[in-house]
């Protein structure tokens, strides 16, 4: 099978929406792993000026896991950060925990499947900084949830210089998760975000002010937010909801509805607003909304 064909079976569909059985953590895990190596060869006899670089990152490795960590420390080490111990953290951590793996791999899934600009599962592992940010935030929420705080938040602060992307490592991130772009994300202490939604460029997931505890936004599966979207506070946007790019979210949204403008308002009225059936934070639907809205001007 050619190496960019895409044959398996979906489990990146919202849960409530979609009851295809998911095959073994293990054997998909394999299978994508396989995939990633295939690419890279092909890669590399197509391109010999990356062979180097297609070998030491992908190549040389046994395990996807060995690949993502050895690519993870040399993209965030500093001169006092050496990317010898970020390896050593990276692995033991993946290695540890095979939930963060089966994230990883959700992750590549997701990017593959929905963002039209992924050629190939390699060139997510490789140069998608929204995909790097979530694999190496998601070992520093297990450091911040182990106690491990100055390291977490070491390792924060140089995701943030090198990926641009800012969540803070006690936020609960979901897997199937599509960091579209990437640039400018802010994720707050407290947020949490389901499974299977996809975030573009520029959204804000914060606070309202200086109140301390529970304070910021809790994103159900399936959700879609468009780019430069902001959503303060502890509210909820429910499973499937959809946020317009550009909003302003200060209230709760419903599941499977879609709010858009400054402030956010629900398409079709507070009352009685509009449902979609669609997953958005797979269907990548930005703007049929927009349609309903000029019908009803």
Request: charged fraction near 20%; hydrophobic fraction near 40%; proline fraction near 5%.
């Amino acid at each position: 099978m050619p190496a960019g064909e895409l044959r398996y079976p979906s489990s990146i569909s919202c849960p409530q929406i979609s009851q295809a059985t998911e095959t073994p953590m293990e054997e998909d895990e394999a299978w994508v792993w396989a995939q990633i190596k295939a690419e890279a060869r092909r890669d590399a006899e197509l391109e010999p000026a990356l062979a180097s670089y297609l070998y030491s990152t992908i190549l040389s490795h046994s395990s996807l896991e060995r690949s993502l960590a050895f690519h993870l420390g040399n993209k965030l080490c500093s001169s006092t950060l050496l990317s010898t111990l970020l390896y050593d953290l990276f692995l033991n951590t993946f290695s540890s925990d095979p939930s963060l793996r089966a994230a990883a791999v959700a992750d590549l899934r997701a990017a593959r499947v929905r963002d039209p600009a992924c050629v190939s599962f390699s060139h997510c592992l490789l140069n998608y900084k929204g995909f790097l940010a979530c694999q190496a935030h998601r070992v520093a929420h297990k450091l911040w949830t182990q106690s491990r705080r100055p390291l977490a938040l070491a390792l924060h602060s140089r995701i943030s210089d090198v990926f641009a992307v800012d969540i803070h490592p006690a936020a609960k991130i979901g897997k199937g998760i599509l960091l579209d772009h990437a640039t400018g994300v802010v994720i707050g202490e407290t947020a949490v975000v389901g499974n299977n939604v996809s975030i573009l460029h520029h959204v804000t997931l914060g606070g309202t002010g200086k109140a301390c505890g529970d304070r910021h936004p809790k994103i159900g599966d399936g959700v879609l937010i468009g780019a430069g979207a902001t959503i303060l506070g502890n509210v909820k946007i429910g499973e499937g909801a959809k946020i317009g790019a550009g909003s302003v979210v200060l209230i709760d949204v419903p599941p499977r509805t879609t709010a858009v403008g400054n402030p956010a308002r629900l398409v079709g009225g507070k009352e009685k607003p509009s449902r979609h059936e669609e997953c958005p934070g797979e269907s990548m639907d930005h703007t049929s909304f927009i349609s309903e809205c000029i019908l009803k001007t």
